[in-house]
């Protein structure tokens, strides 16, 4: 069964593209079927390839960004994915409030497949912590393969 998901933050230049290579990465290691995508609840990136900081520290840890360009999540979007992750609270907010009417796809915080105490990815843009964003990215994602392995999601 292929499985379809997407990841949200807010530009699509940071977290979500982060999540979205390490997940393709690991999750294609683990052999499993999944179609990964990340978007933006912004469109203020639109086009543009993840931020330099962000690709150099994937880059660091065998990870390839340089093929995703940002986009930004629409409506659309609930019908085409199986799961919808997003980075932090307020992703989770704006995912909520164009939500079709009617519609069940899961949302779900990132972090709640991983063993940190945080429940946000925070934003590295402005203050930087590129390194540790990858940590969580790299923990929550082992935990949502050994959910999907699991045949929990």
Known sequence: MTHRILFVCLGNICRSPS???VFETLAA???LDVV????GTGGWHIGDPPDRRATAEAAARGYDLSH???QQVTARDFGRFDLIIGMDHANIA???RMRPMGDDTPVDLFLSYGTSTRTEVPDPYYEGGFDMVLDLIEDASAGL?????AGQI
């Open 19 to 21: 999540a979205h290579g």
């Open 29 to 31: 290691r683990e052999g």
């Open 36 to 39: 990964v995508e990340s978007a």
């Open 68 to 70: 995703l360009r940002a």
């Open 94 to 96: 704006a995912l909520e």
């Open 145 to 149: 393969i050994t959910r999907l392995k």
